[in-house]
């Protein structure tokens, strides 16, 4: 099947941030991370994963252009205690992500619109722990179909969207595709897109933005997917974020 098993997780992860470069149009920092994530299946043996990697990110805005990017590239190694199925002891990743986004005048709107395109990259040689897959699904990959359907060791995701402000919220328009391999005792390879519509609203925030909470709705026009990946219909997403 597409989705992983179910069951109960526990993570730690610790993060170090180096800033070598800080302006208003500028930033570049230096990452490092370690993580120990312990997971307890319903139909498998209790596993734990460790891992330990770093990476450089960045952001760039050309004010002249209105255009702004943001990236970053990592590397991890690790491994498991307990292997599941088709999985070795240990592991390596390859990950980039790249996002840009730029105000669009559309001549049948009186205000401007938003283009926003993200792309993400993952190499891997060997089947990864499920936090450390590239998730296929959800509201930061194919909006089409629902969170946490497919998870890939290694693939390509690309998903562009225009944004219109809306009394409340945004209204947007979606076209997502990725294409990736999900490692196993038999090695499979997926394809999905979907096509939609959405709207987007915070629900409320607090005073100092730290703590805030959005909701999502997609509704896929049209969507593809190989193997026994199917959507839902329209999904709805719902998130609760506190930054301190």
Known sequence: AASEFEGDGLLFDVQLIDTQLFTRTQRREWTYIAGVHNFDWELLPEQQAWFVGGGLSGHRL????????????????????????????????????????TPVTLPWLDTRAKLI???????AADQ??????LGATGPYANKGFSQG????????????????????????????????????????????????????????????GSFNSRVTVAYPIAH???GDVEDDGTQIYWSLRFDH
Request: charged share 25%; hydrophobic share 45%; glycine share 10%.
């Open 62 to 101: 050309w004010d002249e252009h209105k255009i702004a990017l943001s990236g970053n590239v990592q590397a991890l190694l690790g491994g498991v205690d307990e292997e599941r199925p088709g999985q070795d002891c240990r592991f390596w990743r390859l990950r980039a992500d790249a996002n840009v986004w």
């Open 117 to 123: 395109v993200d792309a993400r990259l993952q190499a």
């Open 128 to 133: 990864l722990p499920p936090t450390l897959r």
């Open 149 to 208: 359907l497919l998870q890939l060791d290694q693939g390509a995701s690309l998903t562009g969207a225009m944004r219109f402000d809306a009394p409340v919220g945004q209204w947007w328009m979606f076209l997502d595709a990725t294409y990736g391999e999900q490692k196993a005792l038999r090695d499979r390879w997926f394809q999905l897109s979907s096509v939609g519509l959405g709207w987007e609203g915070l629900l409320f925030e607090s005073s100092a």
């Open 224 to 226: 593809r997917g190989t």
